[in-house]
Every structure is written in structure tokens, then in C-alpha cells.
């Protein structure tokens, strides 16, 4: 039911009306009344590393964030990030001047759009996108204009078509929202598909915001190129990290931006009337997991790895349509092959049928249609979850 005024004027902003409760809250309530295994929302169900926590203890004990920390980040977390941007991939970065600390990758996305993006504007993203997406273009009175990456079946992945790419581009484009490692594709862009984007971004005169959440978690081979290491690149892009992925601690919410001096300020500016600061004693502990050794993001990968395939298996095994990620924490399956085509229906019944949850793909999509036969699990959980979610799946659809 619509809540009215008085005046029979609708109380929600008119640019939000079609968002309401996101799919993840009521697919997460839906696994907590059924006791079904939450396969949907993207969170660990393990702690990260113990240095790590005990770095966040040993803030909190020494009085260290405990009050307001300053509003573009904590020194320290700064200067490790900058720091792992050098070491990674060769970006010499200014923690002074082109560094932000955000209340996790979401904020930042917010803080972005809000920024850069005038009423009218047109957004390019890929579609399909994290939801926060097309909420966060609509608060900044954008117009979004999605690109859909298409399923390759023959290949198990899916692909970005450069040429539709450049078509969505007009006169009235403002900026592109890339997401690489993508979520919920698992697509990792390749360098050579980046630096299309780049050539399209600097020809056009383009802001690029690129979502690389995901950057340490990439399989079988494949390379995370921070599209800022491109040419033409390092002024005009806004490079989103995050915390919360690679080490685990997702309620932490400590999320980062890097970009050039101008475009750090800009964001800064919507940032610091959303939460002005947050996450104290956690920017402290960030700073010093952003230091381990090579070995911890080597380690953590490969047993994202491991359950991975332990997964994608069990999926393959029930009847699934499986499309194998390059990167994320997601495996995207096509109902198809068992005889549904409606993710939507078929993730509401399935913690009936299955005792497991995951989420419809077609809420990520404007074309809702282009992803509905789509669904979505996590597997970063830990190994006996999943095996108890394959053996569910697999009795509920593979006999």
C-alpha cells in the first residue's frame, strides 16, 4: 500500500519510487524463517584474518578512532592504500590528495554519482549491475543507460559487445560505470576490452567510475587491470575499493576512492554530508591488512577458488546451466535446463524445495526479461555449508 500525505502527495522522493525493499533483505528473511542455507547475499559466514581483528581491538583499546577520525581517512589507511596501489599495479598515488576513505564501497559508488553526475546526465553501466547502481544514478537525477553483457554459453561466461557499448554513448553521456571483476557475472574484462572503454572514455571526453571491489579475487589466470593504469585514463577515472571483500569483515563497511586531485575533492564534497565520517578503529586494522604478505591474498584465493568449483559442480550435477566466474564470489546458473524460466519464482520456492536460497539475476537488470531464466549463489561460505547446499540441490533436482 502507498503511504499518502494528507494532500494525497506520495511521502517517497518520486526518484526512488521504483526501489523498495531490496531483493536481499527479503531473500535473507526468507532463509532465516524457512532455516534454509543463505546462498543469496554475499557475505562471508568466517571471520578474516585474527591480525586483523586484533589490529581493530587494539584501536578501540588505545583510544585510536574512537571519536570523529579526520573526513578524508585516517593517515594511516591513506598511506596503505596508496601504498597497495603502487605495489599492485604501478599507480603512484598521492594519500594526501588523492585518496578518500567511504563507508564502504557503497557509499562511494553514492558519493560518486551525487558528485560528478547533473540532472539529465546519462550513465552508462554495465548491465546487469549491483542494485545500488541504478538507486544511487537516480538520487543524482541521472538517466541510466544500461549495456547488457550477453551469455556465451560455448565459453560459460558472460561478454561485453564493445560496439553496443559505443552505440549507448551520446552527446548527453556524462560518465561510465564499470564493475570488473563483475557482479554477478563473475566476467572479468580483459585488457583488451578495458582499453576499448579507455579509448571510448578519452575520444568522448568521458568520467569513467570503476567498481573493482573484487580485485584480488580472480581465477584461472585471468588479470585485474585497474582500468586508471590505462592511457589517457589516470585523470578522468574513480577507482572504488574495498575492505570488506578481500579480507572478510563486510560490517566493517571501510571502503575506499582513488583518483586524480580535482575528481577526489568533488567526491568528497557529496561524501561528507552522507556519513561525514565513519568506521574509526577498522580504518586502523584496514591499514595493516592492506600490508600482509603476498601469501594471505594468494591463500585467500585460492580456497575462494576451491569452493568455487566445489559449487559450480553441485550445480552442474542438479541440472543447472552453470556459467563458471572468473572472478567474484558469484556463480551464475540458468534455470533452463530445469525446465523453469522465471528466477524470480523459482528463488521464492526454492528454499521450500531445496532448504537453499539465492537471488533472481533479473533484479540486476533493467531489461528484466534479458535476465530472468538467470540466479545467482555465493560460495563464500565455509566448505561444509556448501557441500550441504550441493547435497540439498542435488536431491531436490538431480533425482
Keep these: 500500500m502507498t503511504v499518502m500525505t494528507s494532500t494525497a502527495r506520495p511521502l517517497l522522493n518520486r526518484r526512488l519510487t521504483e526501489f523498495g525493499t531490496t531483493i536481499f533483505a527479503e531473500m535473507s528473511a526468507l532463509a532465516a524463517r524457512t532455516g534454509a542455507i543463505n546462498l543469496g547475499q554475499g557475505f562471508p559466514d568466517t571471520d578474516g584474518p585474527e591480525e586483523v581483528r586484533e589490529a581493530a581491538v587494539r584501536a578501540l583499546r588505545d583510544g585510536r ?106 552527446d548527453r553521456t556524462r560518465l561510465l560505470l564499470i564493475n570488473t571483476p563483475h557482479n554477478p557475472t563473475g566476467t572479468v574484462l580483459t585488457r583488451a576490452e578495458l582499453t576499448a572503454i579507455a579509448e571510448l572514455a578519452v575520444e568522448r571526453d568521458l568520467l569513467v567510475v570503476t567498481d573493482e571491489v573484487y580485485e584480488h579475487l580472480v581465477f584461472d589466470g585471468a588479470e585485474h587491470v585497474p582500468l586508471a593504469t590505462l592511457p589517457g585514463m589516470r585523470e578522468r577515472t ?81 541440472g543447472f546451466g552453470v556459467f563458471r566466474p572468473a572472478g567474484t564470489y558469484f556463480v551464475t546458473t540458468d534455470i533452463r535446463p530445469l525446465g523453469e524460466s522465471d528466477g524470480f519464482a523459482f528463488c521464492r520456492a526454492l528454499p521450500e524445495r531445496a532448504g537453499v536460497v539465492a537471488i533472481p539475476n533479473a533484479v540486476f537488470y533493467d531489461h528484466r526479461e534479458a535476465g530472468a531464466p538467470f540466479v545467482r549463489f555465493a560460495f563464500c561460505k565455509r566448505t561444509e555449508v556448501l557441500q550441504e547446499a550441493v547435497k540439498r540441490l542435488r536431491g531436490a533436482f538431480a533425482e
Design 238 to 318: 574513480v577507482t572504488i575499493g574495498s575492505a570488506g571483500k578481500t579480507f572478510s569483515f563486510t560490517g566493517w563497511k571501510v571502503g575506499w576512492v582513488t583518483a586524480a586531485p580535482a575528481l577526489v575533492s568533488a567526491v568528497r564534497s557529496a561524501k561528507q554530508f552522507l556519513t561525514y565520517v565513519s568506521a574509526g578503529p577498522f580504518q586502523y586494522a584496514v591499514a595493516e591488512a592492506l600490508a600482509l604478505p603476498d601469501s594471505y591474498f594468494d591463500g585467500f584465493r585460492a580456497d575462494l577458488l576451491a569452493k568455487r568449483d566445489l559449487l559450480a559442480a553441485g550445480l552442474a550435477d542438479a
Design 65 to 170: 578512532g574512537n571519536q570523529y577520525p579526520p573526513g578524508p581517512g585516517v593517515p594511516e589507511l591513506r598511506t596503505a592504500i596508496a601504498e597497495h596501489q603502487r605495489r599492485r599495479y604501478g599507480l603512484a598515488v598521492d594519500p594526501d590528495t588523492e585518496v578518500l576513505v567511504t563507508a564502504g564501497a557503497t557509499e562511494a559508488i553514492a558519493a560518486a554519482l551525487l558528485a560528478l553526475v547533473e540532472p539529465g546526465d546519462e550513465v552508462v553501466a554495465l548491465e546487469p549491475y549491483y542494485d545500488s547502481y541504478a538507486a544511487c544514478v537516480a538520487l543524482a537525477g541521472g538517466t541510466r543507460v544500461p549495456v547488457t553483457l550477453r551469455p556465451d554459453p560455448a565459453e560459460a561466461r558472460f561478454r561485453l559487445d564493445l560496439d553496443e557499448l559505443r552505440d549507448a554513448v551520446t
